[in-house]
């Protein structure tokens, strides 16, 4: 049978396509990688980190059903902060919310939301909808591949059918598919797009070298070729529930230690001296990611007759973890004599995790509802989150300076944020509370020498 060189056809390809095979398993032709123009469905932490970076070789596509933020990203506003206004101008990109303009790109990548619904099921509506909206635009010899974390199978099994039905058109004759897991870690400056290692998966080998390729042009610490796209998916829910667990421990370990009379942190930082004890710290787990991943897992394991027990103890005990601050708070103003009832609390930090303005499933909002059943008046200050949503809260009055506010009954500082190390030094959030008020600081930010010369103060 007649053979040739697929690397000479295919140049951009490496691996498995730089040898020989059968003429009648030639690939189907795609894209160029290092010129393919890419649109990105979903304009979040992770879709303009893409935008940005993939401009720089073609032109870019960005799409988001939100026509607010598209107007706003056209005049360089980012309000999650990943991206400046200077790479927003002077990227090659066009910001669009007409689905038509999909048509244009030689790759769709989609970045949209996954979130659990009341239940803790998984909510793929945003998902569907995309390849929905893809299988009705796309050009022929595209390629799709999904950014958003899926149940195993969900790529393949689901989103698959729904481009095919719409667009009338077979993946791996007329169209070609991929995943490759967002790894952004919002608000982090020292790991960018390009410095995070990316897994990447085809639905063949000839579309995994064709993905390697292509987030060559945006990740430059290397790319990781999974064996197929359901490990991809299954990698990217069993990194986040991998720290889930591990937070988990930190927590419940950080209710049996204070019983004990000592802290969490200190027992942390001795077994930290040991070289493999990995380093996980207890307190609010909350955020897109790692407080709502694990239940794909527990979703896909009730379909396969899996309890995954021990999946789901660790998410009861990270979301009990508000509660127990609260119940901690109230000790707290009875080692004084006094109850929580009728208290100003001030709570500092309502976004998910320091220096991110994201405030989704953030479980501050959990701890200040209970804080308001319990007969509390609650007061949050958070200079650096965005509000476009509601989360909780009830009661709750959101302040905007402190100062401004009387004296507080208490202090819970949930977060570290750069903000409130700079504005608020210990004699500063002594001037707005009272003698023996308690403070519950879970990053450790008031651990001084003279702290309990005001404050009745707790740490984990």
Not at 163 to 192: C, H, K, Q, V, W
Not at 291 to 302: E, K, Q
Not at 307 to 317: C, F, G, I, P
Request: hydrophobic residues 40%; charged residues 25%.
């Amino acid at each position: 049978m007649k053979t040739e060189n697929l690397h000479e056809e295919y140049p951009f390809t490496g691996g498995p396509l730089n040898s020989l095979r059968l003429v009648n398993e030639l690939p189907p032709k795609l894209p160029n990688p290092a010129t393919a123009s890419v649109a990105v469905i979903g304009l979040g932490y992770v879709g303009l980190p893409l935008i940005c970076g993939f401009s720089e070789n073609s032109r870019s596509i960005g799409f988001d059903v939100n026509g607010k933020k598209v107007d706003e990203l056209k005049n360089g506003i980012d309000h999650t902060g990943e991206v400046t206004a200077t790479e927003l101008l002077s990227a090659d990109a066009k910001f669009t919310t007409d689905p038509a303009d999909l048509g244009l790109a030689d790759v769709i990548i989609v970045c949209v939301p996954t979130p659990v619904n009341s239940r803790n099921r998984p909510d793929y509506s945003a998902l569907l909808a995309a390849s929905r909206s893809i299988g009705r635009n796309m050009k022929k010899g595209a390629v799709v591949i999904f950014e958003s974390t899926v149940d195993p199978g969900t790529t393949e099994d689901r989103c698959l059918p729904l481009i095919e039905e719409a667009s009338g058109m077979r993946e791996g004759i007329d169209f070609y598919l991929g995943y490759s897991p967002e790894r952004i870690n919002p608000a982090d400056r020292t790991r960018r797009l390009a410095d995070i290692k990316k897994i990447v998966a085809g639905s063949s080998p000839y579309v995994t070298d064709f993905l390697v390729g292509l987030y060559s042009r945006v990740v430059k610490v290397g790319l990781f070729p999974a064996a197929s796209i359901k490990v991809a998916e299954a990698a990217k829910i069993l990194e986040n529930t991998q720290r889930d667990l591990n937070i988990a421990l930190m927590n419940q370990l950080m209710t049996l230690y204070d019983k004990m009379g000592i802290r969490s942190t200190d027992v942390i930082a001795a077994a930290s001296s040991k070289w493999n004890f990995h380093h996980y710290r207890p307190g609010l787990v909350g955020g897109h990611c790692i407080a709502v991943d694990p239940y794909y897992l527990i979703d896909a394991g009730r379909r396969h007759g899996l309890s995954m027990d021990l999946v789901v103890a660790a998410r009861s005990v990270n979301e009990a973890t508000p509660y127990f601050l609260v119940e901690k708070l109230e000790e707290l103003f009875e080692q004084n004599e006094q109850s929580i009832q009728n208290k100003r609390i001030l709570v500092l930090g309502r976004t998910f995790k320091e220096d991110c303005p994201d405030t989704r499933n953030s479980k501050t909002f959990k701890m200040m509802d209970y804080l308001w059943s319990r007969g509390a008046e609650v007061f949050n200050f958070d200079p650096i989150a965005e509000d476009d949503h509601f989360e909780g809260g009830r009661g709750t009055h959101f302040i905007g300076d402190p100062q401004e506010q009387g004296q507080f009954d208490a202090v819970i500082v949930t977060l570290g944020h750069t903000v409130f190390r700079e504005q608020f030094d210990l004699d500063t959030l002594a001037s707005v509370t009272k003698k023996h008020a308690p403070m519950i600081d879970m990053r450790g930010m008031y651990d001084t020498g003279h702290v309990e010369d005001h404050f009745t103060y707790w740490r984990p």
